[in-house]
Nanobody, 127 residues
Framework: QVQLVESGGGLVQAGGSLRLSCAAS????????MGWFRQAPGKEREFVAA????????YYTDSAKGRFTISRDNAKSTVNLQMNSLKPEDTAVYYC????????????????????WGQGTQVTVSS
């Protein structure tokens, strides 16, 4: 059974930082591209960042570039999202996801390209 478990969310003031982590089990982690998505109240789930199977390549949505960093540790089956210079508009539930194998040679940014999802962790940025 595949499980993705996020942690690290919380309440932070604007300009602050948070580090989200996602631990995977039940899957051959190094075979999957990994991504982070977020969903704010009343909005659709949106792509934030993705990393390749090796971690050598990354891709970010424009709003995350320069502020967020995605990284992975294949030995530990974890993927992280370091978020700096947080803004109130970053407030959302953040989800990690494992890409379907047929998309894992790329850096997928569409939710439909991901096969497994975590339960989400809340990030709230106060102004």
């Amino acid at each position: 059974q595949v499980q993705l478990v996020e942690s690290g969310g919380g309440l932070v003031q604007a300009g602050g930082s948070l580090r989200l982590s996602c631990a995977a089990s039940g899957v051959t982690f190094s075979m999957h591209g990994m991504g982070w998505f977020r969903q704010a109240p009343g909005k659709e789930r949106e792509f934030v960042a993705a990393t390749s199977r090796s971690g050598d390549s990354t891709y970010y949505t424009d709003s995350a570039k320069g502020r967020f960093t995605i990284s992975r540790d294949n030995a530990k089956s974890t993927v992280n999202l370091q978020m700096n210079s947080l803004k109130p508009e970053d407030t959302a539930v953040y989800y990690c996801a494992a890409a379907a194998l047929r998309y894992s040679s790329r850096l997928p940014s569409a939710a439909g390209q991901y096969a497994y999802w975590g339960q989400g962790t809340q990030v709230t940025v106060s102004s």
